[in-house]
C-alpha cells in the first residue's frame, strides 16, 4: 500500500485521538488533517516518537494517541517498546514498513525484510499487535486496531520512495505545541 493510502484510513478512524506523525508521515499527513490534536514531530534525531507519544497518553490516558513511526525511527529505538509494554497506557503505534530510510536518501535498512516488527512489539510485551500487508485488510481492520485499550503496536507494509527529502513540520514547533496544548485543554 501507499503511505498516503494508508494515512487516508487513519483518517477515517482517529476519532478524537491525537496524532503524532513523524518522518515521511509529515509530508502528508497536514493535507488530510488539521486540527489541534496533530502533532507533525520532526526532532534532530529518529526514534524519539513512541516516547513522546507514551508521555502523552500516560499524561492524558483518556484521550488516546496515535504514533505513525517509520520502520527505520522503530529501528532507532527498539527499546522504547518493552517500556510501552511496561507503562500501560492508550497508545497505539502504526510502523510504517517500507524497508528504506526514506527521507535520508532511500538506504535499505539492515535486516530488510527480514524483520517483524510485529513479532518484536509482542515479544516485549505489547499484547495488542497486528500486521497488515495490503490496504484490503488494514482499512478492514482498522477500527478494531484504533479502538480498545492501549499500547497497541500496528505494522503497515508500504512502498518505499526513493529521493524524498526530509519534510518541514507544516507550523514551526512552537505553533503546533500551543495548539496541541489547546486542542488537549491544558493551555
Known sequence: ??????LEVLARHRGDKVVITTMASVAVWPTL?????????????MGQ????????ALAVPSRGVIVVNGDGSMLMNLGS??????YPANLYLLIMQN??????????????????????AR??????TYAFDTLADWSQQASEVLSGPG??????????????KTPKPPR??????????????VA
Not at 517498546?81 to 511496561?86: D, E, I, R
Not at 526514506?102 to 535486516?111: A, N, R, W
Not at 515479544?123 to 495488542?128: E, L, V
Open 1 to 6: 500500500m501507499e503511505l498516503r493510502e494508508a
Open 33 to 45: 488533517s488539521d486540527t489541534p490534536l496533530d502533532f507533525n514531530y520532526i526532532p534532530s534525531s
Open 49 to 56: 516518537g513512541p516516547a513522546l507519544g507514551l508521555g502523552l
Open 81 to 86: 517498546l518493552v517500556t510501552v509494554a511496561a
Open 99 to 120: 524497508d528504506l530510510y526514506e527521507v535520508t536518501g532511500g538506504q535499505p535498512l539492515v535486516g530488510a525484510g527480514r524483520v517483524d516488527y510485529a513479532g518484536l
Open 123 to 128: 515479544a516485549a510485551g505489547i499484547r495488542r
Open 151 to 164: 499500547p497497541v503496536a500496528c505494522c503497515l507494509k508500504i512502498a518505499g520512495r526513493m529521493g524524498q
Open 172 to 185: 514551526p514547533m512552537q505553533e503546533q505545541i500551543a495548539r496541541l496544548r489547546h486542542g488537549l485543554g
